[in-house]
């Protein structure tokens, strides 16, 4: 093991430019550079820290999170009591373990403490490990009476709250609560954090592999829709690290005239991909296509061409058709599905994903495995999804969803674009929302604004919490939202996150009326494997299917809808019929 020797020839910088990302970027970098697989498998926090230098610990132990206070404080920080080593710098910075536990329904924490005086204060990293529930501060004045104010410096929009039973300390899960708060800290000022934080310098057992990695040769092509529907196609595809620039060749099938778009490249990374840790990925949206045409394609790079592709282009009729997903996971077993969906519905004309498309959307080799499951039918019919929670996780958001899948900005003012979103399909609208991320106070006026300005004789809703389920209700989702599709007549509203099947009765303000009163449909579905088999059901449900592997087919025909549920085996689980 005396590789570890040369650990210390990291750049020499100063503190203040060695932000945790810049040291653990560093590390990684050297890590590929001289360690074997056994090495990598075997590391610990031990070896870590022998690999990186005096500067570069320091940075780890104070540039994690820091803040500015005006008085001298007690900085109290809580530790889950289950994490397997305590943080390397948290002792020999000063901290001191007190007999003080704080409780939530999941976890117990230890209280560390140390004083600090006005001025900076400069916490380190929460491990090495992923260890999901990662500390939290509260911070007091050391003369009481005294009021602290703090300022932000990392992250800078660090939000204070109050230190008590009930407070959260889990952005991304504001439901789990403080239950039990020593009174001597009730009342301090509380700085919460997000679980996604465990991920900024994990190493240990966090390196992987994905099967399907990256070449010369374009892959991974998959089309969405861009806002104007009926003349444009977006196309995306990905490469090798070193190909910095690709094209697009189109021709309208059966023509000779073909056009050319040259592409650069962008650089995506995910740091702990020992076999693929960069890709070029290229986007490209094609314009002034002709209505009703079908075009053919080739991507490449070079004098490297892939295959040859084609798409249809919506004609001026009022009929359509398109199949949607439940939370898929990448799932192989999904793979068979949506190639068998493929191959019995070519009328399709795009897909729909309710969100969950990946198992971890912070991991590019999980987005590999969905692409390389689905047989390629993305290349020839668009895919348009919104975020569940597993593709936007731990608070992080989901970026790797928007450097993979492109998707029209014209969602909520202030919103980063290809979450939120809005397309119309022929004589249809469809709203694609991103509850995960955003909540449904913030987006309920942009949904207004949309179904008040339409004139589409059909409007359909995709996001991923259900408001209606057999287990956990949505209320916030049930009160900004619902009302809404109530008063603007929405259609059908699709949904995953509870991996079974449940179509409700048409609904209006929350409770089932008859078919010709309208109401809107709810349906929750799910492309891999079902569970909550053990669910109870509830009177507005007009069906339920506790297994999973199942996708949807919906055909448009003028006024008309037809809706068939449809399991592996090809055998329709559920089907109805809707008219205008």
């Given at each position: 093991?005396?590789?570890?020797?040369?650990?210390?020839?990291?750049?020499?910088?100063?503190?203040?430019?060695?932000?945790?990302?810049?040291?653990?970027?560093?590390?990684?970098?050297?890590?590929?550079?001289?360690?074997?697989?056994?090495?990598?498998?075997?590391?610990?926090?031990?070896?870590?820290?022998?690999?990186?230098?005096?500067?570069?610990?320091?940075?780890?132990?104070?540039?994690?999170?820091?803040?500015?206070?005006?008085?001298?404080?007690?900085?109290?920080?809580?530790?889950?009591?289950?994490?397997?080593?305590?943080?390397?710098?948290?002792?020999?910075?000063?901290?001191?373990?007190?007999?003080?536990?704080?409780?939530?329904?999941?976890?117990?924490?230890?209280?560390?403490?140390?004083?600090?005086?006005?001025?900076?204060?400069?916490?380190?990293?929460?491990?090495?490990?992923?260890?999901?529930?990662?500390?939290?501060?509260?911070?007091?004045?050391?003369?009481?009476?005294?009021?602290?104010?703090?300022?932000?410096?990392?992250?800078?929009?660090?939000?204070?709250?109050?230190?008590?039973?009930?407070?959260?300390?889990?952005?991304?899960?504001?439901?789990?609560?403080?239950?039990?708060?020593?009174?001597?800290?009730?009342?301090?000022?509380?700085?919460?954090?997000?679980?996604?934080?465990?991920?900024?310098?994990?190493?240990?057992?966090?390196?992987?592999?994905?099967?399907?990695?990256?070449?010369?040769?374009?892959?991974?092509?998959?089309?969405?829709?861009?806002?104007?529907?009926?003349?444009?196609?977006?196309?995306?595809?990905?490469?090798?690290?070193?190909?910095?620039?690709?094209?697009?060749?189109?021709?309208?099938?059966?023509?000779?005239?073909?056009?050319?778009?040259?592409?650069?490249?962008?650089?995506?990374?995910?740091?702990?991909?020992?076999?693929?840790?960069?890709?070029?990925?290229?986007?490209?949206?094609?314009?002034?296509?002709?209505?009703?045409?079908?075009?053919?394609?080739?991507?490449?790079?070079?004098?490297?061409?892939?295959?040859?592709?084609?798409?249809?282009?919506?004609?001026?009729?009022?009929?359509?058709?398109f199949t949607w997903f439940g939370d898929?996971?990448?799932?192989?077993?999904?793979?068979?599905?949506?190639?068998?969906?493929?191959?019995?519905?070519?009328?399709?004309?795009?897909?729909?994903?309710?969100?969950?498309?990946?198992?971890?959307?912070?991991?590019?080799?999980?987005?590999?495995?969905?692409?390389?499951?689905?047989?390629?039918?993305?290349?020839?019919?668009?895919?348009?999804?919104?975020?569940?929670?597993?593709?936007?996780?731990?608070?992080?958001?989901?970026?790797?969803?928007?450097?993979?899948?492109?998707?029209?900005?014209?969602?909520?003012?202030?919103?980063?674009?290809?979450?939120?979103?809005?397309?119309?399909?022929?004589?249809?609208?469809?709203?694609?929302?991103?509850?995960?991320?955003?909540?449904?106070?913030?987006?309920?006026?942009?949904?207004?604004?949309?179904?008040?300005?339409?004139?589409?004789?059909?409007?359909?809703?995709?996001?991923?919490?259900?408001?209606?389920?057999?287990?956990?209700?949505?209320?916030?989702?049930?009160?900004?939202?619902?009302?809404?599709?109530?008063?603007?007549?929405?259609?059908?509203?699709?949904?995953?996150h509870f991996h079974y099947y449940l179509?409700?009765?048409?609904?209006?303000?929350?409770?089932?009326?008859?078919?010709?009163?309208?109401?809107?449909?709810?349906?929750?579905?799910?492309?891999?494997?079902?569970?909550?088999?053990?669910?109870?059901?509830?009177?507005?449900?007009?069906?339920?299917?506790?297994?999973?592997?199942?996708?949807?087919?919906?055909?448009?025909?003028?006024?008309?809808?037809?809706?068939?549920?449809?399991?592996?085996?090809?055998?329709?689980?559920?089907?109805?019929?809707?008219?205008?």
């Open positions: 093991w005396g590789i570890l020797l040369v650990a210390g020839c990291a750049p020499e910088q100063r503190l203040e430019e060695l932000t945790v990302k810049r040291v653990m970027d560093s590390l990684v970098t050297r890590i590929y550079a001289q360690w074997d697989t056994r090495l990598i498998n075997g590391l610990d926090e031990n070896l870590v820290l022998k690999f990186v230098s005096p500067e570069e610990q320091t940075a780890l132990a104070e540039n994690y999170w820091r803040f500015g206070v005006d008085v001298p404080v007690v900085v109290s920080l809580m530790r889950d009591s289950a994490q397997a080593s305590v943080p390397f710098w948290l002792v020999a910075s000063g901290f001191e373990k007190t007999a003080c536990t704080v409780r939530n329904e999941l976890y117990t924490y230890e209280v560390w403490q140390k004083s600090f005086p006005a001025g900076e204060v400069g916490l380190g990293i929460n491990g090495f490990d992923k260890h999901r529930p990662v500390y939290f501060v509260s911070v007091a004045p050391q003369h009481p009476g005294e009021k602290v104010n703090i300022t932000p410096i990392l992250p800078e929009k660090q939000a204070i709250t109050v230190l008590d039973t009930g407070a959260f300390v889990y952005h991304d899960w504001d439901e789990l609560m403080l239950t039990d708060v020593p009174r001597p800290l009730r009342g301090q000022q509380l700085l919460p954090t997000i679980r996604g934080r465990a991920r900024e310098a994990h190493v240990i057992g966090a390196f992987r592999r994905t099967a399907f990695p990256s070449a010369g040769i374009p892959d991974q092509v998959v089309l969405t829709l861009p806002e104007n529907t009926a003349r444009g196609m977006v196309v995306q595809w990905r490469c090798a690290p070193d190909v910095k620039r690709g094209w697009i060749k189109y021709w309208k099938s059966g023509t000779d005239d073909t056009m050319r778009v040259d592409v650069a490249g962008t650089l995506l990374e995910d740091r702990l991909l020992r076999n693929d840790r960069y890709i070029s990925r290229f986007r490209v949206q094609l314009d002034s296509l002709q209505p009703g045409a079908a075009y053919e394609y080739r991507i490449g790079q070079g004098d490297i061409a892939g295959e040859t592709g084609v798409f249809a282009m919506p004609d001026a009729t009022d009929t359509f058709a898929i996971h990448n799932d192989p077993a999904w793979g068979k599905l949506a190639q068998r969906a493929a191959a019995d519905h070519p009328q399709t004309n795009f897909y729909l994903a309710v969100g969950d498309l990946v198992n971890t959307g912070l991991h590019r080799d999980d987005w590999d495995a969905l692409f390389a499951y689905s047989g390629g039918i993305f290349r020839e019919k668009p895919l348009m999804a919104v975020p569940g929670n597993h593709d936007s996780q731990d608070g992080l958001g989901a970026g790797m969803f928007h450097d993979l899948l492109s998707y029209p900005a014209n969602g909520p003012d202030g919103q980063p674009p290809g979450f939120t979103y809005a397309f119309r399909y022929k004589h249809a609208l469809f709203l694609m929302l991103d509850v995960v991320s955003f909540s449904a106070q913030q987006q309920a006026a942009w949904i207004e604004s949309q179904l008040s300005d339409t004139d589409a004789v059909w409007k359909f809703v995709v996001f991923h919490f259900p408001p209606y389920t057999l287990e956990e209700p949505y209320p916030d989702i049930v009160k900004n939202w619902v009302p809404l599709f109530d008063k603007y007549g929405v259609d059908l509203v699709m949904n995953g179509r409700t009765q048409p609904m209006k303000d929350s409770q089932p009326v008859k078919a010709e009163e309208g109401g809107t449909r709810y349906v929750m579905s799910v492309s891999t494997r079902g569970k909550n088999a053990d669910s109870v059901s509830e009177p507005y449900a007009a069906n339920v299917l506790k297994e999973g592997y199942l996708y949807q087919y919906v055909q448009l025909d003028g006024r008309r809808l037809t809706f068939t549920c449809v399991d592996a085996e090809g055998k329709i689980r559920d089907r109805f019929e809707l008219a205008k």
